[in-house]
């Protein structure tokens, strides 16, 4: 599989304990499964920023975020990141529609 392929088949925890076929997720699920994501990756990265200590040349949280995150996980967070800037974009040309 190439990055941006999206595999229907696999798991996704949508709530801790809770999986779920891709293929089968809804939008609400997908956002659920990838807030999951990103406070594990964020929790991790904090606990590693504060054993590193202070200013000690080690990654930001944001940089350790991502540092291990695996293709899959970055390509959920990217189409997801996608289907919000295009909802975005239909609200704000509907709205200057109705102006």
Request: glycine letters at 10%; proline letters at 2%.
């Amino acid at each position: 599989m190439t990055m941006g392929e999206v595999d229907p088949e696999e798991q996704l925890e949508t709530s801790r304990g809770v999986f779920k076929r891709l293929g089968d997720c809804t939008g609400s699920e997908i956002e659920s499964a990838i807030g999951l994501i990103a406070q594990r990756r964020i929790e991790r990265a904090w606990i590693a920023e504060q054993e590193a200590g202070p200013d000690r040349g080690e990654l930001m949280i944001a940089r350790r975020f991502f540092a291990n995150a695996t293709d899959a996980e970055r390509d959920l967070i990217a189409y997801w990141q996608m289907v919000k800037l295009v909802e975005d974009a239909h609200l704000r040309y509907g709205r200057e529609g109705d102006a």
